[in-house]
């Protein structure tokens, strides 16, 4: 029954992910880099146009008190655009306390024995 | 004549104590609590609120500081921000959005306290949790150097 499960779940996960990856290759790209003039940025990157940059950044510099009514951009960025990735630093923490717990609590109760 | 010396020290680390680590708790909190407006976030806030942790055991010792901070509540909690976290970006699904969506994000004027939705929340419990494991932590790695010591 355990292995039936396990077999069940990650077929609908692979058929989901097959199905997801379809459809967005249909959607456009955000940054495909083809309004960038490489060669005049590099040359006077001052006068510039950045006005009409295509992608995600733009949205995130440009938009993030409409979109999430919050002052401090980095905040922002890293609890709303990027909230995946706070949520995986979070649980490297809790992994790294939960490691020096096993390790510590072997050194703390060798330490006891030894002082008795 | 060494044992005059080290109550001298004792006193002064014990007056540093007192007079920073309320100013260290309150600063924590505040930046915690203020993410959304002011430099800082839930990952400093709490590393400045754990910092008291350090400054109690300086001032009063391993076991002062074990009997006001309970370890095993510690522990726990650390683990209830993870699952608040976690809550907080499955609100998203709930409301019919994606997984982290900001979903109730227009509920005051940017600049309040309350304003940005998830954000303040997300924030809180990241805070929560650092603040709560890195104490753990510290209070964990001094209990192995008081029983080196010893």
Redesign the interface.
Known sequence: MKKFLAYFSITVFLIIGCYVAKDMSKLPSTFDGTKVNVVDLYNNPEKYETNDADGVANIMVKETIDKTHAINAVTAIVFDFRGYDTLGESFVLFTAISGTVVILRNALKGRADKDE | MSKKEIKVKNYIIKTAADFFAPIGLILGIYVILH?????G?GFQGGVLVASAAVLIYLGYGYEKATKTLNVNLL?KS??IA?LM??FF?LLGIFYAAN??R?VF??V????DLF?????FL??FA?GY??LT?IG??IL??F??LN??E?
């Open positions: 993410g959304h407006l002011s430099p976030g522990k650390e683990s993870a976290y976690s970006a997984f982290c900001n994000y227009n005051g004027k940017p600049g304003s940005s939705g998830t954000i997300m924030n990241v949790k650092v494991g753990f932590l964990l790695m209990g192995l029983n080196e010893a």
